[in-house]
């Protein structure tokens, strides 16, 4: 049998997407070009595969989100009493982010009502913009991946709903910790003694 071998290629003539080409320089001047070299063909990439389109459209469904994820929220905290002083804070944390003319949002929270219809409809919203955020991102990574689209339409939808369910459950799980964390280390360490509290 005769074998025929392939001859490695030449590690100096294969490209690489190392900043530091020889760790034995002592100047900065290589290492400024290789960045701005980098730099340059990370800007043409993004051109060539219209990122910033994706992010545009990400960013667009994510303030659409964000409206009717707030009403929800709000109304799942006015349904409790015990919550107004978290819906208090959630309402002058708003102050901050919201323009100058978002005072109608401020004013819901506050009114505190209620309503399992306006619960059940700003979440399904909330949650359909919420995969339009998906789908762009989907859409951004076929797209830097080079990848053919497979996906039908309906099939898309439902993959990015999956997504953002799965994505919400933790997230979900981190603000709760983030909101009542304190009451619930102090619910733990009564339960529990305090010969475990240094590890709680």
């Known amino acids: 049998m005769h074998a025929d071998p392939q001859q490695a290629p030449d590690p100096d003539s294969v490209p690489t997407l190392r900043l530091l080409e020889q760790p034995g320089t002592t100047t900065l001047a290589p290492l400024v070009f290789r960045f701005l ?13 219209d990122a910033f ?9 994510s303030i659409l989100t964000f ?44 009114k505190g009502q209620a309503n ?38 309906i099939k898309e939808r439902l993959v990015s709903l999956l997504l953002v369910i799965l994505a919400g459950i933790p997230l979900s799980l981190a603000t709760i910790l983030v909101a009542f964390g304190n009451r619930i280390e102090l619910r733990i360490l009564s339960a529990i003694g305090h010969e475990f509290s240094p590890y709680v």
């Open 53 to 61: 389109a994706t992010a545009k459209a990400s960013a667009y469904s």
């Open 37 to 49: 070299a980098l730099l340059r063909q990370a800007v043409w990439r993004a051109f060539q595969h």
């Open 67 to 110: 409206f009717p994820s707030l009403l929800a929220v709000g109304s799942v905290l006015a349904a409790r009493r015990n919550t107004q002083p978290l819906l208090g804070e959630v309402s002058n944390a708003l102050k901050d982010i919201l323009p100058t003319g978002a005072a109608t949002a401020q004013a819901y929270l506050r």
């Open 116 to 153: 399992f219809g306006v619960i059940l409809t700003t979440s399904l919203l909330a949650l359909w913009l919420a995969s339009g955020v998906m789908i762009s991102w989907m859409e951004g990574f076929r797209r830097a991946y080079e990848l053919p689209k497979t996906w039908g339409l």
